[in-house]
Every structure is written in structure tokens, then in C-alpha cells.
């Protein structure tokens, strides 16, 4: 049995009487507001000054939290000027000393405008990517404070991917942080290894529905079922346990390349993808709570006996 202090509440991994999980207190509201002060930064283009405040945000929290947060930088070429960018991935490392980890991770830059808008007048407008983008990273951020207060079987890294979408035409590659990451860890081994992450993207959707994606249940099918295992125990009802989109994001990289089997969580049915009213008044506080109890439950069970 895990038993996790948090505060002067408490929940654990073992069944209750009605043999389901003790939803963690995952705070939906907090994390809300972590979403609205990343949006509140504006656009969060790779390379812009904007991406660098939501890096100084993310950086100051988390630290103020204990955890050990590193970046892992590279250039990328703009796709208009060609002029390099520097990326930057963040690590955000929980029980560095763990040699087996796992990691979740989100992707935190914004398109750079919101192409998916019927008018072409209003393709060149603002996109400020409250789901697309910054769901991901107010979910981590909530979930930083109860981190420390588990005991998980793994360490566990919150990776955040930079460049995941620096695209202006259909052809630009996706995937520049991810595959950065990817190629890097299986290139330069590092002393620790993955044994298996989590991806969410676009989580905060007011009409949540999350279904198994195709990738997943090819590349992971294990750590999927897992997952929505988890969410069926908690009650969780937005996490439908049956296929429908099958997605190409940052998990493909780390599977592919890195062979360290990701599932993603993504509701992929959001009416505001790529769309200027992708803001915060589209999202839900509900939504990142059920979330994260999900992802929480998984980091701090992941690997122990049921």
C-alpha cells in the first residue's frame, strides 16, 4: 500500500470499499489560475521574449518547490528567415538521484498564429494557446506541490518541449524539441534511464473527452491501459477507454527514436484548435483536476505492485 501525506488530508493507491482509487486532492483551481497567468504573458513563440518570461515563470516555481530544473538547449532554423532560434527544453527533475525514471511531459509554445481560422484575415491575429500549449504546462505546476510528498517506485522528470510547433507552412517540421530530446538520449546515453512517460496536450477543455489515441495503443499499450485503468478506478469518466484519433505529437519522437514507450493524453476533439478563441475562457478548472488525478495517480503507482 502507498500512502501519501498531503498536508493534513491524506489518499492512497489501495482500493476503497467500492474498489476504486482515493482521488489525490488535486487542486483545479489553482492550477486555473497558473493557466491564466501563462496566458496572461501573450503569444509564446519559440524564441520571443514572450516564451522567455513563461520560461522564468516556469523556472522560479518550480525551484521554489525543490525540484531541479535544467534546460537542454539547441538551435533550430526559423522556417521564414532561416535564422537560427535557440530552443530550449526544460527538465524539471523529482528524485534526481533515481537511476529508473519516468517522465511527463507537455509541450509550452504557441503556434504562431492561429491557422486554423476560417478568414484569412484573421489567420495573422494573436494565438495565445491556453489548451494548446499552456494546459500542460498549469497542469505541472499543480502538480509540483504534491511531487514531493510521494513515493514513487521511479524518479520522475517533467520534461517541456520547446519548438513543438514553429510552423508557418503545412511542410515546416514539427517536433523540434521532442526529437532533440529523443535523438540526444539515444545518442549520448545518460546515466539514467526511462522506462516509460506520459504526454498530455490539450487537457483543459470544457467538454473533456479523452479516448485512447492510435499511437499509443501501438507504440504503449501497456502505460495507456494503465492510465485510463486508473481514471475507470477514480471515477473519472471523461477518460474514454475506446480508439478514435490517432494523433502525430511530441510521444511519436520519444517512442521512435528514443524507444521509451509514451502514451499521450489529448482531447483532440477541442472546437478551438489553432483558433484565436483557444483562451482561457475555453478551458476548465474541472478539467485539469480530473486530469491531473489521473497523471498523479499514474507517477506515484507506475511500477508498484497492484
Same mark, same amino acid.
Given at each position: 500500500?502507498?500512502?501519501?501525506?498531503?498536508?493534513?488530508?491524506?489518499?492512497?493507491?489501495?482500493?476503497?470499499?467500492?474498489?476504486?482509487? !482515493?482521488?489525490?486532492?488535486?487542486?483545479?483551481?489553482?492550477?486555473?489560475?497558473?493557466?491564466?497567468?501563462?496566458?496572461? @504573458? *501573450?503569444? #509564446? @513563440?519559440?524564441?520571443?521574449?514572450?516564451?522567455?518570461?513563461?520560461?522564468?515563470?516556469?523556472?522560479?516555481?518550480?525551484?521554489?518547490?525543490?525540484?531541479? !530544473?535544467?534546460?537542454?538547449? $539547441? &538551435?533550430?532554423?526559423?522556417?521564414?528567415?532561416?535564422?537560427?532560434?535557440?530552443?530550449?527544453?526544460?527538465?524539471?527533475?523529482?528524485?534526481?538521484?533515481?537511476?529508473?525514471?519516468?517522465?511527463?511531459?507537455?509541450?509550452?509554445?504557441?503556434?504562431? $498564429? =492561429? +491557422?486554423?481560422?476560417?478568414?484569412? @484575415?484573421?489567420?495573422?491575429?494573436?494565438?495565445?494557446?491556453?489548451? &494548446?500549449?499552456?494546459?500542460?504546462?498549469?497542469?505541472?505546476?499543480?502538480?509540483?506541490?504534491?511531487?514531493?510528498?510521494?513515493?514513487?517506485?521511479?524518479?520522475?522528470?517533467?520534461?517541456?518541449? +520547446? *519548438?513543438?510547433?514553429?510552423?508557418?507552412?503545412?511542410?515546416?517540421?514539427?517536433?523540434?524539441?521532442?526529437?532533440?530530446?529523443?535523438?540526444?538520449?539515444? %545518442?549520448?546515453?545518460?546515466?539514467?534511464?526511462?522506462?516509460?512517460?506520459?504526454? !498530455?496536450?490539450?487537457?483543459?477543455?470544457?467538454?473533456?473527452?479523452? $479516448?485512447?489515441?492510435?499511437?499509443?495503443?501501438?507504440?504503449?499499450?501497456?502505460?495507456?491501459?494503465?492510465?485510463?485503468?486508473?481514471?475507470?478506478?477514480? *471515477?473519472?469518466?471523461?477518460?474514454? =477507454? #475506446?480508439?478514435?484519433?490517432? !494523433?502525430?505529437?511530441?510521444?511519436?519522437?520519444?517512442?521512435?527514436?528514443?524507444?521509451?514507450?509514451?502514451?499521450?493524453? @489529448?482531447? $483532440? %476533439?477541442?472546437?478551438?484548435?489553432?483558433?484565436?478563441? +483557444?483562451?482561457?475562457?475555453?478551458?476548465?478548472?474541472?478539467?485539469?483536476?480530473?486530469?491531473?488525478?489521473?497523471?498523479?495517480?499514474?507517477?506515484?503507482?507506475?511500477?508498484?505492485?497492484?
Amino acid at each position: 500500500m502507498l500512502t501519501t501525506a498531503l498536508g493534513m488530508s491524506s489518499w492512497n493507491s489501495a482500493t476503497d470499499a467500492a474498489d476504486r482509487l !482515493v482521488m489525490p486532492p488535486v487542486d483545479g483551481r489553482r492550477a486555473f489560475q497558473y493557466l491564466e497567468s501563462i496566458c496572461a @504573458i *501573450g503569444p #509564446r @513563440i519559440s524564441g520571443t521574449q514572450g516564451m522567455q518570461s513563461q520560461q522564468e515563470l516556469i523556472e522560479k516555481h518550480f525551484t521554489a518547490l525543490g525540484a531541479k !530544473v535544467q534546460y537542454q538547449e $539547441f &538551435d533550430a532554423a526559423h522556417p521564414k528567415s532561416g535564422e537560427p532560434v535557440r530552443m530550449k527544453n526544460m527538465i524539471i527533475s523529482w528524485h534526481p538521484e533515481s537511476q529508473e525514471r519516468v517522465l511527463l511531459a507537455c509541450h509550452y509554445d504557441t503556434r504562431p $498564429f =492561429p +491557422d486554423r481560422e476560417l478568414l484569412p @484575415i484573421n489567420r495573422t491575429k494573436p494565438f495565445l494557446g491556453a489548451n &494548446d500549449g499552456g494546459s500542460g504546462v498549469a497542469l505541472m505546476m499543480e502538480l509540483g506541490h504534491h511531487i514531493p510528498s510521494i513515493r514513487p517506485k521511479f524518479g520522475i522528470d517533467f520534461v517541456i518541449f +520547446d *519548438g513543438e510547433e514553429l510552423v508557418f507552412d503545412r511542410d515546416d517540421p514539427y517536433f523540434l524539441g521532442s526529437e532533440h530530446f529523443a535523438r540526444t538520449y539515444r %545518442d549520448n546515453p545518460p546515466t539514467h534511464r526511462y522506462v516509460g512517460g506520459v504526454l !498530455v496536450d490539450m487537457i483543459a477543455d470544457r467538454d473533456l473527452n479523452i $479516448f485512447y489515441e492510435r499511437n499509443s495503443l501501438k507504440f504503449a499499450p501497456e502505460i495507456t491501459r494503465e492510465v485510463w485503468d486508473i481514471a475507470k478506478q477514480l *471515477g473519472i469518466r471523461e477518460f474514454v =477507454p #475506446r480508439r478514435k484519433h490517432e !494523433v502525430r505529437d511530441d510521444h511519436l519522437p520519444l517512442n521512435e527514436i528514443a524507444g521509451i514507450p509514451t502514451c499521450d493524453i @489529448i482531447d $483532440f %476533439d477541442y472546437p478551438y484548435w489553432h483558433k484565436r478563441n +483557444d483562451l482561457p475562457a475555453a478551458c476548465s478548472a474541472d478539467s485539469l483536476r480530473k486530469t491531473g488525478a489521473v497523471v498523479l495517480v499514474w507517477l506515484a503507482t507506475h511500477g508498484q505492485p497492484s
